[in-house]
């Protein structure tokens, strides 16, 4: 395993653990609020909080979610084609992603300044909205760069095949 896939295998699962962790946090915050409404005492900011875990959860499974293959895929086609073929097919589909995101990553980095620039606030907590877009664009980042290895694998696997 090369330098870089192990950075990125380590910052995959820092990711995986963050998200856990904010998953767990969620659903207590939330339990502990239900709770409190019942008691005429909620906590308050609790949905600015539970929206703000929600896009850690989102950021910090992608890049572990793509790499164990867990997204929705439909092969039923593509399973029936030669190995050479569906390689190719799995480098077009790669790089259309990592463009895609790429993008979307490098707006958001974008976004993220601009929301730094202007100070914006939640609404009921105040907290700044910039860290949450930034850990967003982090998650992102770390998303495009494994997509990224596994296009770099997939080259590798097509070399293999056609030396044969």
């Not at 239900?34 to 008691?39: P, T």
């Not at 077009?92 to 993008?103: E, K, N």
């Amino acid at each position: 395993m090369n330098p870089i896939a192990k950075v990125l295998d380590r910052c995959s699962s820092f990711l995986k653990f963050l998200g856990a962790l904010a998953l767990t946090s969620m659903m207590l915050l939330t339990v502990v609020d239900v709770i409190g409404r019942f008691f005429k005492h909620p906590i308050f900011g609790s949905v600015e909080l539970v929206g703000f875990m929600a896009v850690i959860v989102a950021a910090a499974a992608l890049p572990f979610t793509y790499k164990m293959n867990g997204h929705v895929g439909v092969e039923i086609l593509v399973r029936l084609l030669p190995k050479k073929t569906r390689i190719i097919i799995d480098i077009i589909t790669r790089l259309l992603t990592f463009a895609l995101f790429g993008v979307i990553t490098w707006q958001m980095f974008l976004y993220a300044g601009d929301i730094r620039k202007t100070g914006e606030v939640s609404m009921n907590l105040e907290f700044p909205i910039t860290y949450i877009i930034f850990v967003l664009a982090v998650g992102l980042l770390i998303f495009s760069m494994t997509i990224l290895e596994s296009i770099v694998d997939d080259i590798n696997q097509l070399r293999k095949a056609y030396k044969k």
